[in-house]
């Protein structure tokens, strides 16, 4: 088997070179691979054409697919030790997958003062982050997660494990974010608690996130698309 698979990458890696470009969506991968014919183009996001007008509520959101790479597991876990230590405070949890059972039979036996809600995946995502207060994510790994993209864009700060390839290729630690240890339950919770007791924190990084997210934006990536092409035009 372990000549078999350096045969395959062997294999692999040469055909690497007959592309004029591979494009990694990271600094990461670009960096693990270390092609001579790498370039990073990110993904970019729709741009909403005008703010959503909703007031901000104690409430924490996070969307996205019910399995083991999300974390939510983990999460529930997080909020155990968010929840004896504040008041009037809520987690939603948005997302369709094989564990929805399994999470909540899990929620359910842990008895939680302060809602732990899980709930089928929506179409008015916008509406939903833009009247939370902030973004959670708890991915074991990820490789470039969109919704962050779309928490920023609605001016919320995000706090996340500090996954391979995750958040970090998006989010700017301690700026639009607050990044925790991965797979680090105290860590994660301690974070989220910094954001639920400072409101102002909250809002200065919404601000940021407002700013920093603009490098996401679809003009900014088609024009690396274009530079791109016609930099390799025959």
Do not use: H
């Not at 693990?32 to 990073?40: G, K, P, R």
């Not at 391979?164 to 974070?191: C, M, Q």
Request: proline residues 3%; neutral net charge.
């Amino acid at each position: 088997n372990k000549i078999k698979i350096k045969l395959v990458d062997s294999f692999i890696s040469k055909i690497e070179t007959f592309y004029t470009k591979i494009i990694f969506l990271n600094q990461e991968e670009y960096d693990y691979y270390n092609l001579s014919n790498a370039v990073i183009i990110p993904n970019f996001f729709d741009e909403k054409v005008s703010e959503n007008l909703y007031e901000r509520k104690n409430s924490i959101i996070t969307l996205g697919r019910l399995c083991y790479q999300k974390g939510y597991d983990i999460l529930i876990d997080v909020w155990e030790i968010v929840d004896k230590k504040v008041e009037g405070w809520e987690l939603n949890i948005y997302g369709n997958g094989d564990d929805f059972e399994s999470l909540k039979q899990k929620i359910k036996e842990k008895k939680f003062k302060n809602p732990l809600n899980l709930k089928a995946a929506i179409n008015n995502v916008n509406e939903k982050l833009s009247e939370s207060a902030f973004y959670v994510m708890s991915s074991r790994f990820e490789t470039f997660p969109m919704v962050l993209l779309e928490a920023l864009s609605n001016k919320l700060p995000v706090v996340s494990f500090d996954s391979p390839t995750g958040a970090r290729s998006i989010v700017v630690n301690n700026e639009d974010s607050l990044l925790a240890e991965p797979n680090n339950i105290s860590d994660l919770a301690n974070k989220i608690l910094l954001l639920i007791n400072d409101r102002e924190l909250r809002e200065s990084m919404g601000v940021k996130a407002l700013t920093n997210v603009k490098r996401f934006n679809a003009l900014t990536v088609m024009n690396k698309w274009d530079d791109l092409i016609k930099s390799n035009k025959k």
